[in-house]
C-alpha cells in the first residue's frame, strides 16, 4: 500500500482524503502478526456470523412477529457484505479484511451520528443547554403535552424520556425490544431503548437546524475527516416535512424499519479516528471536547450508556477483558466501532454474531502489545 502525506496530532495520524492510507505492519505497530490473523480467522468463522444476508427480508420477520410491530418496512434496505473488519493502531492502517470499501447498512451506528449533528448544534448555540426542554426548541405539536413538554434533549440522548406518541406510524412501543406496552413513565426515570422515539429526536434536530441533516454532517464532519462521498443516510417514503417552504426528509435514527446509514467500514473507521482524538482531526476541532467528554459519561440509569449509541465499557461489564476506557459506536448485526483509547486503536468490526464480539476482542487485544 503506499503511502500518502499525514497530519499528526500528539500520537496520532490522520489520513487524507482518498483511499491511500498510512500503514504499519502489525509489527511495526506492536501487534503480534500470528496473533492477530487468528484474532480475524475467528472473526471470519462463518458459524459466528450474525444476520443473514437478506436484511430486508430479516427485519420484516423479526418485527412483524412482535406483538406492537406490524414489521412494516418504510425505508430502503440491502443485502449485507461478508464479515469486515478494518484494525487501525495510533491512525495508521495495520490490517483490513472482508470488503472495507462496500457501503451497507449500519443500524443503530447510526445514531452516534444522529447525536454527532446535536453535538454540533449544541456548539454552535442552536441548542443552548442539553437540560433545556425539545418544547422550548420545537413547536410542531410532538412535545406539546404536560408529559412530553418535561422531556429535555439530554433524556432523548440517552433514551431515557419516555415520550408518549406515534412517528412515521410507528406507536413508541413498536420498537420496545421486550415487547411490552406500558404508560410511559416519567420523563428521566426509565432506560428503554427505542427507535421511534430516536425518529422523534431526528425531526427535533432537523426543526432546529431547517437543513436536511445528512447536508450538515457532511459539511461539517464527513468532508472535513476525508470521508468518500459513498455514503448515504436515509429516511422513510412517509418521513417527508415541510420546513421554510422545503420539502425535506427527517432521516431515521436505525434501520429498524430500513433505512438508515448507510456506510462502508473505511469510513467507520475514521469516524473512529475522529471519536479516539476526542473529536479533533489533525488539528481541526470538528466537534468539541466538551461535548464528546458529554457523550462518554456514563448515564446514570445505564452506566453503559453515554450520548446514542457512545456504548461504554463502564466496571468492564460489556467487554470484561478490554480497558475500561474502551467504547464502541453500535448496531445490529455487530456493527460497531470499537475505540480504545489507552492503546490509541481503532476497530472497526461487521456481521460478526454478538455472541461472539468478545471472543474477537479478547484474540485482537491478546495480539496487542
Known amino acids: 500500500m503506499q503511502e500518502t502525506k499525514i497530519s499528526s496530532t500528539g500520537d496520532l495520524t490522520f489520513p487524507q482524503a482518498g483511499d491511500d492510507w498510512s500503514s504499519l505492519e502489525p509489527d511495526e505497530a506492536g501487534i503480534d502478526p500470528a496473533k492477530l490473523r487468528e484474532a480475524i480467522t475467528y472473526s471470519q468463522d462463518p458459524a459466528h456470523e450474525g444476520y443473514p444476508p437478506d436484511l430486508g427480508g430479516h427485519l420484516a420477520r423479526s418485527h412483524g412477529a412482535k406483538r406492537y410491530d406490524d414489521g412494516l418496512i418504510i425505508g430502503p434496505t440491502k443485502t449485507r457484505g461478508p ?11 495495520v490490517a483490513e479484511w ?18 454527532t449533528v ?27 403535552s404536560d408529559h412530553n413538554r418535561k422531556i429535555t434533549w439530554d433524556m432523548m440522548l440517552r433514551q431515557i424520556n419516555e415520550w408518549d406518541g406515534s412517528i412515521w ?9 421486550n415487547d411490552i406496552l406500558r404508560p410511559p413513565a416519567e420523563p428521566g426515570t426509565v432506560y428503554e431503548y427505542s427507535d421511534a422515539r430516536v425518529n422523534r429526536l431526528a425531526l427535533a434536530l432537523l426543526r432546529v ?12 464532519v464527513m468532508d472535513p475527516i476525508g470521508a468518500s462521498d459513498t455514503w448515504r443516510w436515509n429516511g422513510y417514503r412517509n418521513s417527508w416535512v ?14 429498524h424499519w430500513g433505512g438508515g446509514m448507510w456506510i462502508s467500514a473505511r469510513d467507520q473507521a475514521r469516524f473512529g479516528m475522529l471519536s479516539l482524538a476526542r473529536g479533533n482531526w489533525a488539528g481541526n476541532q470538528i466537534i468539541s471536547e466538551d461535548w464528546v467528554k458529554m457523550a462518554r459519561t456514563p448515564g446514570k440509569l445505564n452506566p453503559n450508556y453515554g450520548f ?4 461504554l465499557n463502564t466496571d468492564h461489564k460489556l467487554m470484561p477483558n478490554a480497558p475500561a476506557d474502551s467504547f464502541f ?12 483509547p489507552s492503546l490509541n486503536l481503532v476497530v472497526v468490526l461487521r456481521w460478526v454474531g454478538g455472541d461472539h464480539f468478545n471472543g474477537f476482542v479478547d484474540r485482537l487485544l491478546a495480539a496487542v502489545s
Not at 123 to 143: C, N, R, S, T
Not at 209 to 219: A, D, G, H, N, Y
Not at 242 to 255: D, E, F, H, L, P
Open 83 to 93: 464479515v469486515t473488519g478494518v484494525v487501525l493502531r495510533n491512525g495508521r492502517l
Open 98 to 115: 472482508g470488503e472495507p470499501h462496500r457501503v451497507d447498512m449500519t443500524f443503530s451506528v447510526t445514531k452516534s451520528f444522529l447525536s
Open 118 to 144: 446535536a453535538g454540533l448544534a449544541w456548539d454552535q448555540g442552536l441548542i443552548k443547554d442539553v437540560h433545556d426542554p425539545v418544547a422550548d426548541y420545537v413547536d410542531d405539536g410532538g412535545f406539546d
Open 169 to 177: 406510524g410507528k406507536h413508541y412501543s413498536a420498537s420496545n425490544p
Open 209 to 220: 437546524w431547517k437543513r436536511p441533516l445528512p447536508e450538515v454532517l457532511k459539511e461539517q
Open 242 to 255: 415541510m420546513i421554510a417552504g422545503q420539502r425535506i426528509q427527517s432521516v431515521s435514527g436505525g434501520g
Open 308 to 311: 446514542m449509541n457512545w456504548t
Open 329 to 340: 459506536h453500535s448496531g445490529a448485526g455487530t456493527n460497531r466501532i470499537w475505540v480504545v
